[in-house]
Every structure is written in C-alpha cells, then in structure tokens.
C-alpha cells in the first residue's frame, strides 16, 4: 500500500510528512470501509436494531461533546435491564470514525443481544494522548450514571475495542483504576490492542509481522499520539502496558482476543501475564492462524470465529 511503502515518510518525523503520510493512510482505510459498507451480509444490523444518537459533555480538553451511537436491538427496546456493550472502534486511534463502522457494530449488538454504545472518540493527532482515552472514559461514566434512563443494568456494562481502540479501551481502564472505578465495568475485551512500545525494541527477535509493522508503529505512536513522547515514555496513559502491579490489581475484570499471527501478540501476550498475575484476567483467547485483520471480513471464518467467541463471553460472563 502506497502509505506504508513510503519509508522516507515513515522516518522523516517532520510535521509537513507526518501529516501527508496521515491523509494517505486514512484514504486507504477509508476505501476499504466503503468496500464493507457494499457487503449485503452486514444489512441484518441495522434492519434489526434502532440507531439513536448522544452527546456526553466533557471539559478535559476544552468543552467537546463526545457523540455516541447507539444501537438497541428492537426485540429489547422495552427490555429495562439490557447489558450495555461500550466501543472503541479500531484505526490506530489515527483513522476511522464511529459512524464508519456501524454496520458492523449493530450486527454484533444483535448478535450479543445487547444495547451497543459507538463511542466517536477523538483521533490523534488532532486529539494527543491522553485526551482521546478521556473521551471514552468519560462515556463509561456517563453510560454507568444514566443507565436507568437508557433501560440499562448497571451491573452489566462492559467495554471493549480493537487494534487503536484496544489501545484506548485499556487507556480507559487505568483511568478507571486510577480513580478506583474499576467497578464500574463488568467486563473489559480489548481486542488484538496495541498495548507498549515494543515496536522500538530490537527487530531481529520479532515475528514477520512485527518487524513489517514496527515502523509504522513507532511514527503512530511518537509522532501521531504521544503529545511529549520522552515525557510519556513510561505513562500509562500513552502505554497501558506499563501500568504498575497495583493499578492492574484493580482493573477491571480482563479477556484478551488476540490473533496467532497479529503484529501486537508479543505484547499483548505480556500483558495477558501480568493481568494473570494481578488476578484480573479471565482468559487470553488466541486464534489460531489468525492475523490483525481476520476478524473484520464479514462471513470469513475468521468474523465467524470471532462473533462466536463474543456471544460466548457475553453469555458467560455478562448475561
């Protein structure tokens, strides 16, 4: 892809490649959006749902009214005690809206029998770590106070994201530990996340798929989402995998998705431990010949693999 074939604009760091490299990259995402959009197989979500939209002040980075959509399955619009299934959707925390993925996301509301919260989150690098995590924390809030008014059990809330939004679902985890609101949610699922900053490590003791993606990777994060990367090196705020034993101690309860062949498995797969070790983490589901994308192609086996796998949490673990 003509983005990630530009090595010189990967490297140069300078504001003016950063930003060409950006719009390239957000184009090419953008096309294949459109090419999910025209997928039949993702109609049943939205003939089966109803899309609501909301609006949850904040003030941590000025007055920003974070939008949400909604998704409610219409066999439980009456339903008073629904789960609530809160999203970060993915693209780096750099690409994509919530509105871009919504046909898949009311899909699997439908499929988890749940009401489903989009949260359109800001993007880096408009929006600089750790204001873009904020946003999503503060729906969590919003969602947990007002639950009554949106028919929802508060005891049921539970969070998660993929890839850039696995990264800012696990950011709004150590928010939530941080100020001893871990409680809060029910369940966390950051999926295939980026966790750390491994991708400045050595790249001869990666796997293939990392050492492909370490340099894009590395200008995401220093040059895109850091606002002061040497200052943030061991925030967890810009990298949750650095959370102190005491926070994850009191993260939320944790699965982890992970892919066999995903660039993040290294870093996720320490993470996975140390929650181990905290006695937060639930299960490290790893998909077998999986790699970063296999979950976002409607009717291949590996959406199939993963749709059942959250209908499965859910029932288990939230229902």
């Known amino acids: 892809k003509q983005w990630y074939q530009r090595r010189v604009a990967i490297t140069a760091g300078d504001q003016e490649s950063n930003m060409e490299w950006l719009a390239l990259f957000r184009s090419s995402m953008m096309s294949f959006v459109k090419a999910l959009d025209n997928m039949p197989v993702l109609n049943y979500g939205g003939e089966q749902t109803t899309t609501t939209f909301l609006k949850v002040p904040t003030s941590h980075d000025g007055e920003f009214d974070v939008p949400v959509e909604v998704y409610t399955p219409k066999e439980l619009e009456n339903d008073t005690k629904k789960a609530a299934y809160i999203y970060a959707h993915g693209g780096g925390a750099i690409a994509f809206s919530a509105a871009d993925l919504r046909k898949g996301v009311q899909c699997i509301a439908v499929e988890m029998n749940v009401v489903a919260f989009n949260v359109d989150y800001r993007l880096a690098p408009e929006t600089k770590c750790p204001n873009n995590i904020k946003d999503f924390y503060e729906v969590i809030k919003y969602v947990s106070k007002n639950a009554e008014s949106f028919g ?57 798929e990392e050492r492909k993606a370490h340099l894009f990777m590395q200008k995401v994060w220093k040059d895109l989402i850091a606002s002061d990367f040497e200052q943030q090196k061991t925030d967890p705020h810009l990298f949750p995998g650095k959370a102190s034993e005491d926070l994850l101690e009191k993260f939320p309860p944790t699965i982890i998705l992970e892919g066999e062949f995903d660039q993040f498995i290294t870093e996720a797969t320490r993470l996975a431990n140390r929650l181990r070790r905290a006695g937060r983490l639930l299960e490290f589901v790893v998909f077998p010949g999986a790699n970063h994308m296999s979950s976002y192609m409607p009717g291949s086996k590996g959406n199939t693999e993963f749709v059942d796998t959250m209908k499965t949490i859910v029932k288990e673990y939230v229902h």
């Open 152 to 208: 929802v059990d508060p005891s049921k809330i539970f969070i998660a994201g993929e890839s850039g939004g696995g990264y800012i679902c696990l950011g709004a985890m150590v928010l939530l530990a941080q100020n001893g609101e871990g409680h809060l949610v029910k369940l966390a699922i950051p999926g295939v996340p980026m966790v750390d900053d491994y991708c400045f490590s050595d790249p001869l003791a990666m796997t293939v």
